[in-house]
């Protein structure tokens, strides 16, 4: 699957009784994965023993879990959850039916666009398995590292970026609807600080 070698594959089933007993969900969190998710698969391992990239210093392996879903509206924290219980550094294939999106858990949760399974591809790339887990977050969460920047530091700018556009889109229309001028003046140069700090930050990245 995703185009990875085939060295790395595997087919080891991860029940979910084992996960609620290996790790104490309560009542709520396991409602949630019974009602969002019908079973759980280990499809790859991609470590040093099957591909020819170093050992990182922080990362040691990752795998590749389909998760099949029995709805595709499922809750986010559903999927936050399962990221966050089990100690390892994985990528997941969300798959409902013949569609899939891929998902990875980095203090937050990125996913891609859905389509077609057999059309989702993963890129192994990176010198070691630290930059190989930093290349896989950002094929899934569609940031673009510029030059200078680690992922933490373009993480922090993306989501800043992204938090200021939605407030320039929002006082944009409240501008558009007010009626009395002092107001409708007072948002304009509220917009202007905006945009003027959405500068500044593009200009940082």
Known sequence: MLGLPVATELHKQLPKKLIYERFSLNASEKNAIDRDISKITIVHEISPARVKIAEGKKVKAIFILLVH????????????????????????ILEYEDKACLGVYYKKLYLTSWQKTENLVLHLQGLDFDALWDNMIVQISGITIEQGNILDEQIVLYEQRKKLTKEIEKLEKRIQAENQPKKKFALVQELKQLQKEAECTNESI
């Not at 924290?77 to 994985?90: D, G, H, L, M």
């Open 69 to 92: 879903l029995k709805r595709k509206d499922f809750l986010e924290k559903t999927i936050i959850c399962v990221s966050k219980i089990i100690p390892q550094n994985f990528v997941m």
